[in-house]
């Protein structure tokens, strides 16, 4: 499956933006999609993922309670609805594809399907 990340921008402190990865080559049916991201001089960090198969989500502590994970009804698309958000969320946002899950889904080393990224920048 090949992935295309999009939906990043500016945006002030508090604001919202949504992150789109769709999937071409196949659906995202059965695939565990995750979403990283990289801050300049950082490494790349969990944020969310989405279970294919039981539709389970999970999330980082600092996206707990500001961020949703989602897929669409034709799960061709998964989405990343990021709210109240702060200067420290800028970062490059990547998503990821795997199949079969993994109890290790946090970890950016247990994909090999990538999206190119999008940038997110939160202004004070």
């Known amino acids: 499956v090949q992935l295309q990340a999009s939906g990043g921008g500016l945006v002030q402190a508090g604001g919202s933006l949504r992150l789109s990865c769709a999937a071409s080559g196949s659906t995202f049916s059965r695939f565990t999609v995750a979403w990283f991201r990289q801050a300049a001089d950082k490494e790349r960090e969990f944020v969310a993922a989405?279970?294919?198969?039981?539709?389970?989500?999970y999330y980082s502590d600092s996206a707990k309670g500001r961020f949703t994970i989602s897929r669409d009804s034709a799960r061709i698309t998964v989405h990343l609805q990021l709210n109240s958000l702060k200067p420290e969320d800028t970062a490059v946002y990547y998503c990821?594809?795997?199949?079969?899950?993994?109890?290790?889904?946090?970890?950016?080393?247990?994909?090999?399907?990538w999206g190119q990224g999008t940038l997110v920048t939160v202004s004070s």
């Open positions: 989405f279970r294919g198969d039981t539709r389970a989500t």
């Open positions: 990821a594809a795997r199949w079969p899950h993994t109890v290790a889904y946090d970890y950016a080393s247990e994909y090999s399907n």
